[in-house]
Each structure stands twice: as structure tokens, then as C-alpha cells.
């Protein structure tokens, strides 16, 4: 079976603290993408990366950063977690083979910012 | 730019009922594609179907089946004789290869099936 795994299901962090969020994909993806998600606001794009080292901005990426040193890990970075980042992050990879494949998710991590 | 509108925010029904989900978009694009994901309360969201713009055939799988309406801009899905495991949160989505391998989301409907 093909699997995202998110390293943690709940995360409770202090303001001002650094967040480090990990995911890892073993299904050899080329594109891999950082969510969040809001009551109401469904799943908003925060970072996406298509290749090794290579990271594009989506939709709300103020306050965040990633990392993607290896094809198969993609971390999304909080430099100084505040109140308004506590939310569902989801991750997600998919092939670059067929345009606009489906999209594997992780379970989510559930990050509380007190 | 994308838009994805799920008007319906949650749904409540009684086992073997038959439930629909509404989801509109905007896009200027001629090409497009669209998907329905489920995601249970184990948190992970899980492919239902995609569709491309070019193909308006209506879709059915099992309980599930799906009417595209590019004269109105709909994707709507529907439930037959719902089941309490299709207790989720149902999103739909929308991407434009024009704009990368990109989803946009709908804010999703949360459908609670009861016994």
C-alpha cells in the first residue's frame, strides 16, 4: 500500500516557539504539498515542491517555510509559531507522470499553539 | 483565479437515505479537472473520483454516482441508501494544468449518516 506518513497526529507548541512539521512519502513521488485546514475554509495550499530542493509558494505561505533535501521528505517549518497557526496540517504527494493525478494524503497533524 | 463553492456545510440523514452534495466552480480555463475526496474522522483524505472538462458523462460507482454540469458549472455527488460508514467530511476540488498540479479546495460537507 502506497503511504504519506506524517510524523505526529497532535502537536502542542508555545507561541514564539519553532515548529517542525516532517512528512514522507514512499510511493517515489516527484510532487509533494503542504495544507492546512480550517473549519469552514476546507484545505488551503501553504508550500508545494515538484522536484528535490525546489519549493513554489501557494496560496497563504506567510509564516511558513519547508525543506526538501531528499525526494522522499518534506517539512514544513514555523519559524515562530503563533496562535493563528493552530490548525489540521495535511500533506500530500503525487506523481508527475500524468498531469493533475490524484493526490495521497497523510492522516494530519493536529497543531495546537498556545 | 479558482473557485470552489460547497454550499452545504452539513448534512444529516437517517440510514438508506440518498444524500447529494453540491459543489460549484469558477474557472476561466477550458481545461480543468475535478475530484471528490472523502475524509473520515481518521483524518486522512481519500481519493473518490476525478473528471476532466471534456468529459460530461455522469459516473456511477456503487452507491456513489456524479453529475457534471458545465452549463452550470456543477460537479455534484450523490450518495444512494447512504450507510453510517459514509459519515465524512466530503470535499471537492478543482486544478488547471495550467497552474501546476495545484488543488484547489471547496470547504467541504461534513455528512453524519445515523442508524
Given at each position: 500500500?502506497?503511504?504519506?506518513?506524517?510524523?505526529?497526529?497532535?502537536?502542542?507548541?508555545?507561541?514564539?516557539?519553532?515548529?517542525?512539521?516532517?512528512?514522507?512519502?514512499?510511493?517515489?513521488?516527484?510532487?509533494?504539498?503542504?495544507?492546512?485546514?480550517?473549519?469552514?475554509?476546507?484545505?488551503?495550499?501553504?508550500y508545494?515542491?515538484?522536484?528535490?530542493?525546489?519549493?513554489?509558494?501557494?496560496?497563504i505561505?506567510?509564516?511558513?517555510?519547508?525543506?526538501?533535501?531528499?525526494?522522499?521528505?518534506?517539512?514544513?517549518?514555523?519559524?515562530?509559531?503563533?496562535?493563528?497557526?493552530?490548525?489540521?496540517y495535511?500533506?500530500?504527494?503525487?506523481?508527475?507522470?500524468?498531469?493533475?493525478?490524484?493526490?495521497?494524503?497523510?492522516?494530519?497533524?493536529?497543531?495546537?499553539?498556545? | 483565479?479558482?473557485?470552489?463553492?460547497?454550499?452545504?456545510?452539513?448534512?444529516?440523514?437517517?440510514?438508506?437515505?440518498?444524500v447529494?452534495?453540491?459543489?460549484?466552480?469558477?474557472?476561466?480555463?477550458?481545461?480543468?479537472?475535478?475530484?471528490?475526496?472523502?475524509q473520515?474522522?481518521?483524518?486522512?483524505?481519500?481519493?473518490?473520483?476525478?473528471?476532466?472538462?471534456?468529459?460530461?458523462?455522469?459516473?456511477?460507482?456503487?452507491?456513489?454516482?456524479?453529475?457534471?454540469?458545465?452549463?452550470?458549472?456543477?460537479?455534484?455527488?450523490?450518495?444512494?441508501?447512504?450507510?453510517?460508514?459514509?459519515s465524512?467530511?466530503?470535499?471537492?476540488a478543482?486544478?488547471?494544468?495550467?497552474a501546476?498540479?495545484?488543488?484547489?479546495?471547496?470547504?467541504?460537507?461534513?455528512?453524519?449518516?445515523?442508524?
Amino acid at each position: 500500500d502506497v503511504k504519506v506518513t506524517q510524523s505526529s497526529r497532535y502537536l502542542v507548541k508555545r507561541t514564539g516557539e519553532k515548529v517542525f512539521l516532517e512528512c514522507v512519502q514512499d510511493m517515489d513521488h516527484e510532487n509533494m504539498f503542504w495544507y492546512r485546514q480550517d473549519p469552514g475554509l476546507g484545505l488551503r495550499l501553504i508550500y508545494f515542491s515538484y522536484d528535490v530542493k525546489m519549493k513554489e509558494k501557494g496560496d497563504i505561505p506567510e509564516g511558513y517555510s519547508v525543506s526538501r533535501e531528499k525526494k522522499e521528505r518534506f517539512s514544513l517549518i514555523l519559524e515562530s509559531a503563533s496562535t493563528n497557526q493552530t490548525s489540521m496540517y495535511l500533506c500530500a504527494s503525487s506523481t508527475s507522470g500524468v498531469a493533475n493525478e490524484k493526490l495521497f494524503f497523510g492522516s494530519g497533524t493536529q497543531l495546537s499553539v498556545l | 483565479a479558482q473557485k470552489v463553492t460547497q454550499a452545504q456545510t452539513e448534512i444529516s440523514v437517517v440510514e438508506k437515505e440518498d444524500v447529494t452534495l453540491d459543489c460549484v466552480y469558477e474557472t476561466r480555463d477550458t481545461t480543468y479537472y475535478l475530484f471528490w475526496y472523502k475524509q473520515p474522522p481518521s483524518g486522512e483524505l481519500v481519493f473518490l473520483i476525478r473528471r476532466n472538462s471534456f468529459d460530461e458523462q455522469n459516473e456511477i460507482s456503487g452507491r456513489y454516482s456524479w453529475n457534471f454540469q458545465k452549463s452550470t458549472s456543477s460537479f455534484n455527488f450523490t450518495i444512494t441508501a447512504s450507510q453510517v460508514v459514509d459519515s465524512a467530511v466530503y470535499f471537492c476540488a478543482l486544478s488547471e494544468p495550467a497552474a501546476g498540479n495545484k488543488l484547489t479546495f471547496g470547504g467541504g460537507t461534513r455528512v453524519l449518516v445515523k442508524p
